[in-house]
């Protein structure tokens, strides 16, 4: 009998939970992988079969890249196992019941992994004086204990994981960051819905940006209005509110250098993901971060290499590997809004598609792109501008016409604070396109007195807003290029009929959505696209819901697959795009 499993999945971590179980009864299995399903195929006897099946229940963790997981009998076996790289990666089901099993060996042993989890530390291990007994399981829970004892008498305490080293906090006041002990405690003090669960949950254990609802309120009197919050990701944690699940729910996470207890050096190279979830799908898109990421195996691109920052993808005849630029290998790189597109482009097959790409940027240039094999690539869209002041931005809408010139007027005498504020603020920066445009907003709106502080806030508003929709803000065009007074002056009018931050902040960034997926729908009357591609470390939070949800609703939308939407992606762009040339 032969076993397909069908998964729509885009990642290269479950099928390790499948091969393993196969391996251990000496069952065949094979896999194969085309664009966003994998199959799996299982060969054995019936009640082989239903063995299996009941062992991976158990064992197989939830995936943010997993959106769906069917099964049916197949005629056809494929008898191949690619090869998986090894990365970090936050404990598996198996491991955790072992270490959670009082019969086990392994019980209470926070350094317990397998072949397919697990973290690496820098050097053999050492503690300096601590007195933690690895090799007796008693001793290994009762320092456990010491630890949560601390922490419930004096509200903090600092300890070294597997992902650094943090002052663990009762008191979130100052907390940027939050570990909730399970999800019954996200599900206490924050709004969190069915894909952020799920993300929670899953074997990458990212970060989400969650709100706070009135419980939190009323628990801790902290008036914030959200938080990045993750459940335990590293067996130190995961036994330590193992200890203290039944009086602390939520602990603040606070970086430091200097730890009391599990003081340890890991490879702090990469930074845990953080995921955005679209409210329509609930499809779960990394925006930034690399940690169960990285490194990555692709298609290979022939014998070239591809950088960008602080990754390489060096490929070969046989794949692609997409890493850390430990060596800091150099090779020809391309404008980033050209290499983004051409990754995810490459990675999705889309080469030979009527596509349309939104490179989007905050420290390089943004283009919207049009890729057809009939005429090319276009660059259909640019973001180039540059002001000196607020003074002259002022003088340009009060010239653009009898508007415009009664609104500056308006604005300086009804709100001579804010006026001020932007005739007096430094607007230089190395910030382009939308976020030198947010940045701007944020200025006359008085968020700060800097374009990179304000933009900021505005994204942080718009992120905390309560509100579903908001104020429309105008995106307008000169032919090929965006001018961005419009959306300058419309901010500056709906502030003076005192909308405010948190709505105003909103309506900015889900105009410029709007916005975008109008573009899509104008140019696909034209001619029939075959999707948008989404990249660029722009796209993160709201923005990237709101596009993602917007455009999704009819069209197929591409980000780069299995990986954050800038950073990564670029460097095997650049390969995709040196081994043309």
């Not at 697990?118 to 050492?126: A, D, F, H, R």
């Not at 204990?145 to 008498?153: D, F, G, R, W, Y």
Request: proline letters at 3%.
């Amino acid at each position: 009998m032969i076993m397909k499993f069908i998964l729509k999945y885009s990642g290269d971590i479950l099928e390790r939970f499948f091969i393993r179980i196969a391996n251990e009864m000496n069952l065949k299995i094979g896999v194969k992988k085309e664009n966003e399903f994998t199959y799996i195929f299982l060969k054995g006897e019936e009640n082989e079969i239903e063995e299996f099946s009941k062992k991976l229940a158990n064992e197989l963790p939830m995936s943010i890249f997993l959106n769906s997981l069917d099964a049916s009998v197949s005629e056809d076996f494929i008898d191949y196992i690619p090869e998986f790289p090894k990365r970090n990666l936050p404990p598996c089901p198996r491991c955790l019941s072992e270490v959670k099993n009082q019969n086990n060996e392994n019980y209470y042993n926070p350094f317990h992994h397998c072949e397919i989890c697990g973290y690496q530390l820098n050097e053999k291990l050492i503690m300096g004086n601590e007195k933690f007994n690895i090799n007796d399981k008693n001793e290994r829970k009762k320092y456990f204990e010491k630890i949560a004892e601390k922490l419930k008498k004096e509200g903090v305490v600092s300890i070294g994981t597997f992902n650094g080293k943090y002052k663990l906090t009762t008191n979130l006041e100052n907390a940027d960051k939050i570990v909730a002990v399970n999800l019954g405690a996200v599900a206490e003090f924050f709004m969190s819905f069915e894909g952020d669960a799920k993300a929670l949950a899953s074997i990458e254990k990212p970060y989400v940006k969650l709100k706070t609802n009135l419980q939190f309120k009323k628990t801790f009197g902290i008036s914030k209005p959200a938080f990045y919050v993750k459940l335990p990701d590293d067996m130190v944690l995961e036994l330590l509110c193992e200890e203290i699940n039944d009086e602390i729910k939520l602990l603040g996470l606070i970086e430091t250098k200097k730890v009391e207890f599990f003081d340890f050096d890991v490879k702090k190279d990469e930074e845990i993901i953080a995921v955005v979830t679209d409210t329509r799908e609930h499809v779960i898109i990394p925006e930034r971060g690399d940690r169960s990421l990285i490194p990555k195996f692709e298609k290979s691109l022939g014998d070239v290499v591809g950088t960008n920052s602080k990754f390489v993808t060096i490929s070969n005849e046989e794949k692609s590997v997409i890493k850390l630029n430990d060596e800091n290998l150099k090779a020809k790189e391309n404008p980033l809004y050209l290499a983004g597109f051409y990754g995810v482009l490459d990675m999705w097959n889309l080469e030979d598609k009527i596509t349309l790409g939104i490179s989007l940027y905050k420290e390089e240039k943004s283009k919207i792109l049009l890729n057809s094999p009939k005429f090319g690539l276009v660059e259909y869209i640019s973001f180039d501008f540059k002001y000196n002041s607020f003074e002259e931005i002022f003088a340009l809408i009060s010239s653009m016409n009898d508007t415009g010139k009664k609104l500056i007027k308006n604005f300086s005498q009804k709100r001579n604070d804010l006026f001020l504020n932007a005739l007096s603020s430094n607007i230089q920066t190395n910030k382009k396109g939308i976020y030198y445009l947010w940045g701007l907003i944020g200025i006359v709106l008085g968020f700060a007195d800097n374009v990179d502080e304000a933009a900021e806030k505005l994204i942080e508003f718009a992120r905390s807003a309560m509100t579903k929709k908001g104020p429309r803000i105008d995106y307008k065009m000169d032919e090929r290029n965006l001018n961005p007074l419009w959306a300058i002056r419309t901010a500056m009018s709906f502030r003076l009929a005192g909308v405010d931050d948190y709505l105003l902040s909103f309506g900015v960034i889900e105009s410029f959505a709007e916005f975008l997926n109008n573009i899509y729908e104008t140019l696909n009357k034209e001619m029939v696209l075959s999707g948008a591609v989404l990249v660029g470390d722009l796209f993160e939070g709201e923005f990237l819901n709101k596009v993602y949800t917007y455009i999704s609703k009819n069209y197929p939308v591409f980000v780069p697959k299995a990986l954050p939407m800038s950073g990564a992606i670029e460097s095997y762009g650049n390969a995709v795009i040196n081994s043309k040339s």
